[in-house]
């Protein structure tokens, strides 16, 4: 599969031929594929938004949804764009003079966000809710120009299990980033195909391949967020047992509402007993 120079995308030429790196390739390509077939991303002939930060995670999905495209695996038109949103000491010119050299269509828009962002956040907050919201609404008016009718984000796995935890610590609700959703103006669909790839793959995978990596600087500068807290318990959680992120991770796939407490998503005061039924007390307590 990743032989010849000739027969891969220009965005994964200069592969490192190791063995270890080949696997690490093959792992994200197969998530990939299971994230946009098992949650029906594939509109045959549609045009996706595919949103790229300069960072590890969006080079990522970038480099692999061509890799799909470039086989024949994924009938879409794809469109890499970059919102720069006029942070100080952006280097404005590493991402467009990247794409244009790996011959990726691309869309390169510049609103000062930040300006807004740091006028309207009081002092000692973070930046990122408001930041994520003027970003999202700038990327799907792209998107609606562009005729995409989906936006496509880098987020993975742990962003994932990260968003949970955040919901359920400070929002006490469950809840997390969907892989697909619709937006509420209901024109464009919003998908995350790496919602099965572990950060650590990302990281290895953009590393390897020397992608000109950018660091978000506006919110990784401020100490103490929430999620930096989550990550850090999780990151703990994993060195004492390995592997339980994705455990956690398959959890999210496995919900059964009527165990847990949500009348909303079950009907427990409809609940009712078998007619004939006799019920032992003493197994009761083993009901669940």
């Known amino acids: 599969m990743f032989d010849t120079a000739d027969d891969i995308h220009p965005l994964l030429h200069g592969a490192p031929a190791t063995t270890e790196f080949k696997k690490l390739r093959k792992r994200i390509v197969r998530d990939t594929r299971e994230a946009i077939e098992q949650y029906g991303m594939?509109?045959?002939g549609a045009k996706w938004l595919v949103c790229l930060s300069g960072g590890k995670d969006s080079y990522t999905l970038l480099a692999v949804l061509h890799e799909l495209q470039w086989r024949g695996l994924l009938p879409v038109e794809l469109l890499a764009c970059n919102l720069d949103q006029g942070q100080p000491g952006f280097p404005a010119t590493v991402l467009p003079e990247f794409l244009e050299r790996m011959g990726v269509p691309h869309r390169i828009e510049y609103q000062d966000t930040y300006s807004i962002v740091v006028d309207k956040v009081p002092q000692g907050r973070t930046y990122c809710a408001l930041c994520s919201r003027l970003r999202r609404g700038n990327l799907y008016r792209i998107a609606r120009e562009e005729g995409c009718s989906a936006v496509v984000l880098g987020h993975h796995r742990d962003d994932i299990l990260e968003t949970f935890f955040m919901n359920l610590f400070h929002g006490s609700r469950l809840a997390t980033m969907p892989p697909k959703l619709v937006n509420e103006d209901g024109d464009l669909f919003v998908y995350r195909p790496l919602a099965h790839v572990a950060e650590a793959d990302c990281e290895r995978f953009a590393r390897a391949m020397d992608y000109p990596i950018i660091p978000c600087d506006l919110c990784g500068s401020q100490d103490g967020l929430q999620r930096q807290q989550v990550k850090a318990l999780l990151d703990q959680w994993?060195?004492?047992?390995?592997?339980?992120?994705?455990?956690?991770?398959?959890?999210?796939?496995?919900a059964r509402p009527s165990h847990l407490l949500d009348p909303a998503l079950f009907d427990f005061a409809g609940l009712s007993r078998s007619v004939g039924i006799e019920e032992n007390p003493t197994q009761l307590s083993t009901d669940c």
């Open 42 to 44: 594939v509109e045959r």
């Open 238 to 254: 994993e060195a004492n047992h390995p592997g339980r992120r994705q455990k956690m991770f398959r959890a999210l796939m496995n």
